[in-house]
């Protein structure tokens, strides 16, 4: 339980210290590094089907 609240504290520290903009640009770039990678995700799953369907 000591451990949540001092990674509640460092979370805490960190939001204070980075400046709102910071903060927003991070959410940005991991949400359009998350969606670089799904859209790889679903054309190589649609490759594999094609694939699945074409072999029999």
């Known amino acids: 339980m000591k451990n949540a609240h001092l990674l509640l504290m460092v979370m805490a520290m960190a939001m204070f210290t980075m400046s709102s903009c910071s903060v927003i640009e991070g959410i940005f770039k991991a949400g359009a590094v998350v969606g670089i990678i ?5 054309i190589l799953v649609i490759i594999w089907l094609i694939s699945l369907f074409r072999g029999k």
Request: aromatic content about 0%; charged content about 0%.
């Open 38 to 42: 799904s859209v790889i995700v679903v």
